[in-house]
C-alpha cells in the first residue's frame, strides 16, 4: 500500500460554532483515534485540524493509502476511516483517522482489477464488475493497492461470487455469496448461440 503525507494542526475539541469557524478558514476538523481508550473502553479521539490543500490528494483519488500525520511535529501512522461531505455543497466537514502499526489487523476496502480476456468475452459477452472494492483484514503492510482477479475462464453467463477467491495474508470480510464480476450475455452473443444451436 502506498503512503501519504499529512501535516495537521492540534485543535480543542469544540462544537459545531468551532467547526464552523475552522471551515471559514479552509480548514477541515479532524480526530485521530488511537491505542489510548476511555473510561468505557472506546477510543479517545485526539482533535486536530488539516487544510483542504493538504487532504485533497488523500481524498479526491481511486487509490488507498496508509498516511503518515504530522500533528505539530509529532508523526503518526494512520488510515482514513471516515468522511463526511456537505449534502449540498460536497465540501469537506469532517475526517476520522485510525491509528495503525505493523501488527494489528484493520479493515480497509481495496479496489478490485480484473485481469485477462474472458472466454465470455471472446463468445460475444460483456464483461461487467458488480462490485468495485472488497473489504478486507489484515495488517496495513499485507494490504496491496488492488486485489487481482484473473477472469480468463469467466464463460458467458457466468459469475464470480467472493467464496471463490483468496488472497494470501488477506481475510476477505466482504459476504462470500457476493457476486464479484460476471459476463453477461448480449444480443449479438444470444443470436449467435441460437444460430449455432439450430445447426
Do not use: W
Request: proline share 5%; glycine share 8%; with cysteine.
Amino acid at each position: 500500500m502506498k503512503s501519504i503525507d499529512v501535516k495537521g494542526t492540534a485543535r480543542v475539541a469544540g462544537g459545531k460554532k468551532a467547526a464552523k469557524l475552522l471551515r471559514k478558514q479552509d480548514m477541515v476538523p479532524c480526530n485521530l483515534y488511537g491505542e489510548v481508550k476511555g473510561e468505557n473502553g472506546l477510543p479517545v479521539a485526539e482533535s486536530f485540524a488539516c487544510s483542504n490543500a493538504e487532504l485533497r490528494n488523500l481524498i479526491y483519488t481511486p487509490n488507498i493509502y496508509s498516511v503518515n500525520l504530522n500533528i505539530d511535529g509529532k508523526e503518526r501512522k494512520a488510515i482514513m476511516k471516515e468522511l463526511q461531505f456537505h449534502p449540498v455543497t460536497d465540501q469537506v466537514l469532517h475526517v476520522d483517522f485510525y491509528e495503525i502499526n505493523e501488527t494489528k489487523p484493520i479493515l480497509m476496502e481495496v479496489p478490485i482489477k480484473m485481469n485477462g480476456l474472458a472466454e465470455g468475452v471472446k463468445a460475444g459477452g460483456k464483461l461487467a464488475a458488480s462490485v468495485r472494492k472488497l473489504k478486507v483484514r489484515a495488517p496495513y503492510t499485507q494490504i496491496p493497492e488492488v486485489l487481482n482477479i484473473d477472469v480468463t475462464k469467466l464463460g458467458l453467463g457466468k459469475v464470480i461470487k467472493v467464496a471463490e477467491l483468496s488472497f494470501e495474508g488477506l481475510e476477505i470480510v466482504t459476504s462470500p455469496s457476493v457476486v464479484v464480476c460476471q459476463v453477461k450475455m448480449t444480443r449479438a452473443a444470444a443470436a449467435a448461440a441460437a444460430q449455432a444451436a439450430k445447426k
